[in-house]
Every structure is written in C-alpha cells, then in structure tokens.
Nanobody
Framework: QVQPVESGGGSVQAGGSLRLSCVAP????????VGWYRQERGKGREGVAA???????TYTDAVKGRFTLSADNATSTLYLLMNSLKPEDTATYYC??????????????????????WGQGTQVTVSS
C-alpha cells in the first residue's frame, strides 16, 4: 500500500509563504507521476501542480508564478513552495502518486489522469 505523507501546512497571512513536503516511504517519488491537489471545504478536489519522471512540471493557472514544485532526489521528497499566498488558496492540500502513468501522459494528460494514491492531506489557511 502506497501512502504518501504530507507536511508543512499551517496558517499564514495573505502574502506569506509556506513550503509543503511529500514523501512516500519505499518509493522514489521522482520515478513516478506525482502531484499536489487541493480541496476547499465543500468543493471538489483540484489539481495544483504535477511533475513527471522526466522532470516536466504542470501548474494550474491559478498558481502559476506563485507556486514552485521541486524535488530532492537525495531524500526522495517533493516540495511545493507557495509564495504570495491568497485567502483563496485556503484548502487541504494532498499529495498523489501514480505508479503506472507514463511520463508522456503525466504531462499531456488531465489532472484526473494524474491521480493515484493519496496522502492524508495538510491544511493551509490564509487569512486576509
């Protein structure tokens, strides 16, 4: 059973920054399709950023220029650096790892295609 583990959430004021981390014990994250998603209370889950095994990154338009996805190969940790946070970024953030998706499909596909095993999530709250 693949179980990603997220951390790094918290409460910040608008304009602040947070860095989320994701690890999946036993799995080298950089070898798979891994993504960050978020879900506001009462709404559906939406894709935020994803990276394929070739290192190509996809961002949703709402976070382009503010969020940066990166990976530490030595520790097999995926990071999501979130700058210039806005109240509308408030959500539970989830890490997803898809073991089967090809690198091509992990870039050309849809956010739904990228979905795989989910972590428990980490809460991000941005106050105005």
């Amino acid at each position: 059973q693949v179980q990603p583990v997220e951390s790094g959430g918290g409460s910040v004021q608008a304009g602040g920054s947070l860095r989320l981390s994701c690890v999946a014990p036993g799995y080298g994250l950089r070898n798979y399709c891994v993504g960050w998603y978020r879900q506001e209370r009462g709404k559906g889950r939406e894709g935020v950023a994803a990276i394929n095994a070739d290192g190509r990154i996809t961002y949703t338009d709402a976070v382009k220029g503010r969020f940066t996805l990166s990976a530490d190969n030595a520790t097999s940790t995926l990071y999501l650096l979130m700058n210039s946070l806005k109240p509308e970024d408030t959500a539970t953030y989830y890490c997803s790892i898809n073991l089967a998706l090809s690198s091509y499909d992990c870039y050309a596909g849809s956010w739904h295609d990228f979905e795989g095993y989910w972590g428990q999530g980490t809460q991000v709250t941005v106050s105005s």
